[in-house]
């Protein structure tokens, strides 16, 4: 049936770049045998699921929406993938995003866009636009995606539904494809909390395969499914709901804070005074490590390889030129020009020290409380174009996501309302390290 709803209206959507029809039904069959024969008991076990295409399947085409990957086909499965095939998880296929995910719309893709399920004239989010809209639309039962700034959060909170990124470290990254390595977190995008805390059983866990996996005890999530609040500390970030915010986001997210309190949270306002300094810290880190990461492409190992050329340094100039797209390549430029000599010091390094301040800024705040509450994004979706060629408005609208990143936090993004256009309205909860079951909890009190 859902192959079937994809057929029916992912052309409208665009949410695919990949289905895997013919093999989503074999593995379906091989799952079923699996069940049948006692040997498949996870939740998961023939949920039918798709994955970001910069998360690599074996013997699957994972593009990273890039020509520079438009026919690559990883000869390996990421750690999450083999994970999810082990719990007995069906893939139907692989999700639209932006380029190495690059962007805030799903704009940024070779392929195609992808429309908001909700308004088919407005962008799902992005990057993992493509994840958020097939989860919205019926098309999968969940997705993974990965969040490097918010790419995970602000689609899940312009689509409604529920989005994760874990605490740094929780889920392997061995097998995604690198944008910003001190930053990139895969984590899933669901219907509801009670799906986020089954899929955050699968996938987190230490890996040695990943050399920055956290080596601790996972709890099992599903016990942080309580109807229970009471006592749980809750900072509302003033800078969160200051004058940036659109004032029926704002309102949204001060009803779900009223309604916790009334359940016997402790809510109170706090400070995060640095999140101005969050947008032009996170950008320039990662796009100084994108522009190493992407280095790699240089059309020689694998990925496009321009058809001409004259010798070897015209052979990477056509390659990287024609194979990048216009954000990819502003970004490289923008993470070379920091990380140049005489530069380094004035931006690179300046960006570094802004991020321990912000690391900082955190705990000192989680020394009073157990969650921050604000909004994922200023605003709901925005229009198809509106910000496509204003990549500062577009890199602005990411204020309240990106540090949870610089912080390595986890962050959970649940829907809390609607706005006057009838768009949804995500409401973000962050918590301490490797604290997601927290977060969880305070999430399915809305469920
Ligand atoms: N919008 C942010 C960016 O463009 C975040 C992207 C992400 O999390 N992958 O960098």
Same mark, same amino acid.
């Given at each position: ?25 074999? =593995?379906? $069959? ?7 024969? *006692? ?23 994972? +593009? ?29 296929? $692989? ?30 989010? @992005? ?35 529920? *989005? ?25 995008? +669901? ?115 321009? $058809? ?44 570094? =020290? ?30 198809? *174009? ?26 959970? +993004? ?16 962050? @918590? ?10 305070? *999430?399915?009190?809305?469920?």
């Amino acid at each position: 049936s859902v192959l079937d709803r994809i057929n029916a209206i992912d052309e409208k959507i665009g949410s695919y770049i990949t289905v895997l029809e013919e093999e989503a039904l074999e =593995q379906a $069959k091989e799952v079923q045998e699996r069940i049948d024969k *006692g040997e498949a008991k996870s939740p998961l076990a023939g949920i039918p699921m798709a994955l970001k295409d910069n998360i690599c399947t074996k013997n699957v085409k994972t +593009t990273c929406a890039s020509k520079m990957l438009g026919s690559f086909i990883p000869p390996y499965d990421a750690t999450v993938s083999k994970k999810l095939y082990n719990e007995g998880a069906v893939l139907l296929g $692989k999700l639209n995003m932006d380029e190495f995910a690059m962007g805030a719309s799903t704009e940024n893709s070779y392929f195609k866009i992808t429309r908001n399920p909700w308004d088919l004239e407005r962008v799902p989010g @992005g990057s993992s636009g493509g994840s958020a809209a097939a989860v919205a639309a019926g098309m999968a039962g969940f997705a993974l995606g990965s969040d490097t700034g918010g790419s995970i959060r602000q689609p899940a909170s312009f689509c409604g539904i529920v *989005g994760m990124k874990p605490t740094y470290g929780a889920v392997s990254r061995f097998g995604l494809v690198a944008f910003a390595s001190s930053m990139d977190q895969i984590g899933p995008l +669901t219907k509801d909390v009670t799906d986020c805390a089954m899929v955050l059983n699968a996938i987190t866990g230490y890996d040695p395969m990943d050399s920055t996996s956290a080596d601790v005890k996972y709890p099992d999530y599903s016990k942080a499914l309580i109807n229970d609040v009471k006592g749980i500390r809750i900072g509302i970030p003033k800078e969160y709901i200051g004058d940036n915010t659109n004032l029926d986001v704002k309102k949204a997210v001060l009803d779900a804070a009223k309604t916790l309190k009334e359940l016997g949270a402790q809510v109170a306002e706090c400070s995060l005074p640095l999140t101005e300094y969050a947008i032009p810290a996170y950008y320039i880190i990662s796009s100084a490590e994108a522009s190493s990461n992407l280095a790699r492409y240089d059309g020689i190992k694998y990925g496009y390889r321009a $058809k001409e050329y004259t010798d070897l340094m015209d052979l990477y100039v056509r390659t990287r030129s024609e194979g990048f797209g216009v954000e990819v390549k502003r970004r490289i430029l923008l993470g070379t020009y920091a990380l140049s000599s005489g530069y380094y010091d004035q931006y690179y390094k300046k960006a570094l =020290q802004v991020r321990t301040l912000i690391k900082n800024a955190f705990n000192e705040v989680f020394e009073k409380y157990d969650v921050l509450l604000g909004p994922a994004a200023p605003t709901t979706a925005f229009k198809i *174009g509106e910000k496509k060629e204003k990549p500062l408005e577009m890199y602005l609208g990411d204020i309240y996501t990106v540090s949870v990143n610089i912080a390595g936090l986890p962050a959970l +993004t649940i829907p809390c309302g609607f706005d006057g256009n009838n768009l949804p309205i995500g409401l973000q909860l962050i @918590g301490k390290p490797f604290d997601e079951s927290t977060l969880l909890r305070v *999430g399915y009190t809305f469920e």
